[in-house]
């Protein structure tokens, strides 16, 4: 028995049968595994569900190949489960993994508080929450460990930075939202609006999407170019796909020369922006936020010191450093 259970608790690939010999050894065997080992192999394996809003996301499903990727750098498997833009779905997945025994969860849920009591049943459970790129409305963080992403109140902020220095005596622009009542879609929306507060910058109108469509941000430009013409100098679209869709109403009702600012970060922004039809791309790195995610979790499960809030820097992306930085892969 003593055997078996010293050759179980090396699953994770140490040197757990050298102690055995004698007790008299077992110092010197373990004292350079432990300097050479790294932190990955010291705890057990974790069980990690990745519970995004969609896996039809491309920032969702790359932000999983690097999981993938990298999950046995952590000691971990990890496994996803589409949510489907279905907030019921994503509760059954977080439902179904708190029975199946799961260590951890990485959550981007659609509405942030359609899932607040499977989080808190998690959270009782014993499993290490982290939220990816969407947090839990403030005043219910403490039923999760750690969040890991951009500061999506600051890249709003960027947004309207962008505006006022294009504009710098004014201008009258309309805001594009992502979905509407998403983590991501609240606090661009936010920062934006502080942003521009005080500033020569108007906001003629502004409307959130049902999803996060570029076949609605084009209908909802086309709406707004009917209503408001050619007073329309500026468009803050809040993702780089929706920016797609503001370009092409401009293109139908020909027009040109609207300064466009979006954020995320992925190859549609990047090749509007080479291609100039999208002027600021506002970009979150998926692979840093990707490997931070596993890297906390790893942290929290060993009882290591580990960061709450864990925000990754944003990059602002122009003509001027769009072929000096990584071309996305999403």
Known sequence: LAFGLAACGNSAGG???APAETEQEAPAEEEPAEEEAPAAEEGKTLKVAYIPNSMSNEMNAYGYKIMEEHQ???????????GQYDSQTEVAAITNCIGQGYDALILCPSDINAVIPAVMQAKEAGLIVELYSADLPEEYREYRDIFVGVDDTEAGKNAAKAMIDQFPDGAKVIEVGGTAGTDAQIRRHDGFNAGVEGSNIEVLDYQATDSWSSNETMAITEDMIVKYGSDIQGIFCHWDGGATGCIEALKKAGIDGTYIVAIDGSRSGFDQVKDGTQNVCISQNV?????????????AADGKEYEAENYVPLDIVTKDNVEELPYPEW
């Open 15 to 17: 040197e757990a049968q």
């Open 72 to 82: 046995g750098d952590y000691n971990m498997e990890v496994t996803a489960f589409d």
């Open 287 to 299: 692979v840093n936020i990707s490997l931070k995610a596993l890297e906390v979790i790893r942290n």
